[in-house]
């Protein structure tokens, strides 16, 4: 399984950074949706499901969070996300947990689709099943 981070450029001077994103360019999709999360309480994972053709771009924007990836062959890795310039490519297939936030940690998603409920695996032995017929 291939981890791919974006680092985006930043654009700063005395007053500060700005980071600027374009669909296609930084992008690599499309974005139809953008949401964050903040507030996260401590000990709290989020996540638990998988898209079926929805891919994203995770961005903690402050603070730091961590984030597994599972393919459901049986490959799992472990982001560390603390940086408002990077971005983490999550693909379509692939189980996502979101955890260890900071208190002050906001993570930004850019999604290729709108919120589609039909798109989500939220059971994890559904998920298996999917992936492993897909390869099929």
């Known amino acids: 399984m ?10 700063g001077d005395e007053r500060g950074q700005l980071v600027a994103l374009e669909e296609f ?24 499901h998988a898209h079926k053709s929805l891919k994203q771009i995770l961005i903690c924007i402050h603070g730091s969070c961590k984030i597994l ?9 472990k982001v560390f996300l603390e940086k408002p310039y990077e971005g983490l490519f999550v693909d ?3 189980w996502r947990e979101m955890y260890d936030f900071s208190p002050d940690a906001v993570l930004m998603c850019l999604a290729s689709e709108v919120y589609n409920e039909e798109d989500y695996i939220r059971n994890y032995d559904d998920f298996l099943k999917f992936v492993n017929e897909e390869s099929e």
């Open 25 to 48: 360019n930084d992008i690599p999709f499309e974005i139809k949706r953008v949401y964050y999360m903040y507030d996260t309480a401590e000990g709290v994972i989020r996540g638990y």
């Open 92 to 94: 379509n297939n692939m």
């Open 2 to 11: 291939q981890i791919v981070k974006y680092q985006f450029q930043q654009h």
């Open 69 to 77: 990836l599972d393919n459901g062959k049986g490959e799992k890795k």
